[in-house]
């Protein structure tokens, strides 16, 4: 046995250097490639993800340590309570997991485990259902601006929010956890163990939103590098058309499936550029599995906390089967027919940050966490 586990560190050792000697050569080879990647991913993060992201992120984190995040709580305590099987205070971490965009739950909960607020068995099974992309993202960039369609977009975020509700469902009723609610009424289940000042909690709101932006732009850059180098490889490309031809395929088709396994943005972008209902159902799969790029920035934010991710990268692919499958349903219920000309004719969103969706959500967000305060006032007042 140890023979073997010696003989495997060995192959591992070996296989990383292969990789790396490769990767070193490609750089070279591929130089020009690669800084377009670079810009192009630099770009992507100044016109898009930091202003769409950051502010949300620490809107989300100061939402959740804040009084505020008590009512959200409360609004939801059903499907927390009762269909997701967990303690009615993480209703606000799950709500803004569902608002806020892919790594949002995952910089939520590793900042709760960090602070020991829930276990890491908790944060791992919660990330199984934690992980999902926003309105925005969903409804306009894919749905509006890729396959000119908004009831697509609502439909695709439909069946990716159910998805991630199902398999919440099913892991709250058939694995064993230790963090479920104790008896004693919605007053003691949501009563904060420990009482902070506004302004720890927002200085803290901030640095992890720092932290969070800066990791999730360097997988950002370092992945928009890697699909450059993949689009300009020709070996990869005739190998692509090799496989439509002898599969009768599009070109579009296996190309997208390759990039969404890396990142869900160009696959969506290269699925709808040849419009069927079943590059729509494949759009679906991918932004429930959300790709690898999203996986390593989830797999960041929880560095050094110890939180096993197995069942949550095991969770990407049953998200994405079942998402497929609810999309299908819904597109057969809801025929659709999609227009080529209005889809090619508009540009792919190149920021959301200013859409009406996030705007309102922002401003829904910050009403409830005026109120909160202005609650908290009146009952010191009295």
């Known amino acids: ?15 990383t250097g292969i990789i790396s000697a490769a990767a070193a050569v490609g750089l070279i080879i591929y ?46 305590y059903p ?40 276990t890491k068995k908790t944060a791992s099974r919660m990330m199984c259902f934690c992980s999902n992309a926003g ?23 439909v069946s990716h929010l159910m998805s991630s509700v199902i398999i919440g469902a099913f892991t709250g009723h058939f694995f064993k956890h230790d963090d479920f609610p104790k008896k004693g009424g919605k007053a003691s289940e949501l009563k904060r163990e420990k009482a902070e000042s ?6 803290e709101s901030v640095s992890s939103g720092v932290n969070s932006i800066l990791a999730i732009c360097a997988y950002v850059v370092l992945f928009s590098a890697v699909l450059s180098v993949i689009g300009e490889n020709g070996f990869i490309r005739q190998m692509i058309y090799f496989l439509s031809d002898k599969t009768g395929l599009e070109y579009e088709l296996i190309l997208g499936v390759v990039n969404g396994f890396l990142e869900v943005t160009t696959a969506c972008k290269m699925l709808s550029g040849t419009l069927s209902l079943n590059h729509v159902i494949l759009a679906s799969f991918f932004i429930s599995f959300s790709g690898l790029s999203i996986i390593l920035q989830v797999k960041h934010c929880f560095k ?13 692919f049953a998200a994405g089967i079942i998402s497929a499958v609810l999309t299908r349903i819904m597109l057969f219920v809801f025929p659709i027919t999609l227009s080529v000309s209005s889809a090619l004719d508009k540009p792919v969103m190149s920021s959301a ?17 005026l109120f909160s305060l202005n609650s908290r006032k009146d009952k010191k007042a009295v």
């Open 135 to 157: 309105p925005a993202f969903v409804i306009t960039a894919v749905g509006v601006n890729m396959f000119g369609s908004f009831s697509v977009g609502v439909i695709l975020l």
């Open 304 to 316: 050094d906390t110890g939180v096993s991710l197995s069942g949550y990268i095991a969770s990407r």
């Open 79 to 118: 499907l927390t309570r009762f269909v997701l099987r967990l303690n009615p205070k993480l209703g606000c971490t799950i709500i803004m997991s569902m608002l806020g965009g892919y790594p949002v739950g995952a910089a939520l909960l590793s900042d709760m485990v960090r602070k020991g607020e829930i």
């Open 353 to 369: 940050a200013g859409s009406v969706v996030n705007s309102v959500i922002l401003v829904v967000l910050c009403c409830v966490f």
């Open 1 to 15: 046995m140890k023979t073997l586990t010696v003989k495997v560190q060995k192959t591992s050792v070996l296989l």
């Open 31 to 76: 130089s020009d490639s690669v800084k377009t990647g670079v810009l192009n991913g630099l770009s992507l993060c100044a016109q898009s993800i930091i202003p769409s992201l950051f502010i949300f992120i620490i809107l989300a984190v100061f939402m959740c340590r804040s009084p505020a995040g008590k009512i959200v709580s409360i609004l939801f």
């Open 198 to 203: 506004l302004g720890d909690i927002f200085v």
